[in-house]
């Protein structure tokens, strides 16, 4: 396994950092995983803060194929968190890299999210939401470890 | 370690001084190894189990049943679609979408248990197009009442929801669904005069309507003996409920 950059000359990640990694994605996970199961399930959703969650859960948009939108979303989550466990567990720099990347990558699949739910459906989903807030704390924290990681090479 | 020493040797040569550094770093050495190996289960132990138990937990939470909403709908009555017999002991009503790729996925459950539950159970499809959502809906609608108005409501009904994926991104299906009738073998003038009638198009804007009045959250909502039901995932589950009902 061949690390991104050589972890020799960049110091460890903070704990802090970890941690909220950590929680975040926790968070998206729990997040996408009840949105999972309720879309495979065909039950009706309870919005509890806005109305419109039955609407952005019923339309095309929220499966692609035969898998639901959350269903890769459960997937993101899990893979941050395991690999920044086995960042956690190993310190190679590979893992964590790949974290900050996924981060930005998942935040751009957010953004697009946002524009379905405002311009094409014109109907908010709340769990979809959170989602897109974890995702967004997510990737301000791969925007500032790649900043680091590249002032320091 | 003090057994690769002599007890009586009160100074060490310098092989022994040498073998005694090895066996203390050797020691060292495996001691973390051990140490490491055991922090590492740990902690992939303890991610393993947590997940688990997170899933678990969330699994739990999304399939526990909310309380039935109340809600008025109209009476079952012969203008309704009914597959089955009117007085069956259980009526079913579904108020559906046909670009809706949940109510899709339901068919097959639903057929499933007319299979099962024969002249016990009929279920009632009702309109509720979710024309904000879906710009195929409410013309589907009135494929399925046009080649009702031919008897041929419930053929259509299937052939929609099979092929849902085939017109439900079109900007315009009219061609699709004539090509549907013929397929039904209806007579194509009549059934494209239907698909565009007054009556066809007041009936699901009546069904709408009445969705809209009840506060339905959205499609599939289905209705057991005028009670509102979650549907399960599975059809042993939606069996289970069925068998409830008829008191089994």
Sequence with gaps: MTDLLPSSTLPLVSKFTLASIFIFSGIGFIDSLYLTVVEYSGRQITCSLIAGCQTVLASSYAWV??????????????????STVAYVDTKRQLFISAVASAAIVGFFAS?????????????????????????????????????????QE | MTDLLPNDSPVLTKKQRQML???????ARTAVAQRTTRQRWLLWSGVVIGLGLLTWLVIW????????AVVTLPQVTANDWIDGNQDAPLMLIEYSDFQCPACARFQSTLKQLKATFGEQLAIVYRHFPLVEIHHNARLSAQ??????VQGKFWAMHDLLFERQSDWSALPNPTDTFVKYAQELGLDQTSFTADLNSTVVKEKINQHLANALTAGLPGTPAFFLNGQAIQPPATYDGFAAILNTAAGK
């Design chain 1, 65 to 82: 194929g035969p898998v639901p939108l959350a269903m890769l979303g459960v997937l993101f989550y899990l893979g941050v968190l395991i």
């Design chain 1, 111 to 151: 953004l697009y999210f946002v524009y379905l739910q405002a311009v094409v459906l014109q109907a908010w989903c709340q769990y979809c939401l959170l989602s897109v807030i974890t995702s967004t704390l997510l990737a301000i924290i791969g925007v500032r470890l790649w900043r680091q990681w590249l002032r």
């Design chain 2, 61 to 68: 939470v999304a399939n526990s049943p909310t309380p039935a």
């Design chain 2, 143 to 148: 494929a399925a009442e046009a080649a009702g």
């Design chain 2, 21 to 27: 550094r090895r066996a203390e770093k050797l020691s």
